[in-house]
């Protein structure tokens, strides 16, 4: 049983910057690809960026690419989504995911989640 810790969210001004990060314990995700997705009030989880088991290949979602970065330690179980020139659009709830199966853009695909760290940009 995995669980997945986000943290390093908060409120920021536009054009800052922020660095999420996501733990695994209870288990190894160093074997699977893992996702950052990010939800709006009343809105479903939307794809964010995705990085492969190895960390050689990344994924960023269009909005997003560029300003964007996601990386992980396998040896620390660890996986960062680094966030530059934030705008308020940006402003979400922001998970990592452990995906299990399927496309990486699919929430579904993903069979553990994180609590999720809260994201706020001001304008």
């Known amino acids: 049983q995995v669980t997945l810790v986000e943290s390093g969210g908060g409120l920021v001004q536009a054009g800052d910057s922020l660095q999420l990060s996501c733990a695994a314990s209870?288990?190894?995700?160093?074997?699977?690809?893992m996702g950052w997705f990010r939800q709006y009030p009343g809105k479903e989880r939307q794809f964010v960026a995705f990085i492969s088991m190895s960390g050689n290949n990344a994924l960023i979602e269009d909005s997003v690419r560029g300003r964007f970065t996601i990386s992980r330690d396998r040896a620390k179980e660890m996986v960062y989504l680094q966030m530059n020139s934030l705008k308020p659009e940006d402003t979400a709830v922001y998970y990592c995911g452990k995906k299990e199966k399927g496309t990486f853009f699919s929430a579904s695909s993903y069979n553990y989640w994180g609590q999720g760290t809260q994201v706020t940009v001001s304008s």
């Open positions: 209870g288990g190894t995700v160093s074997n699977d690809g």
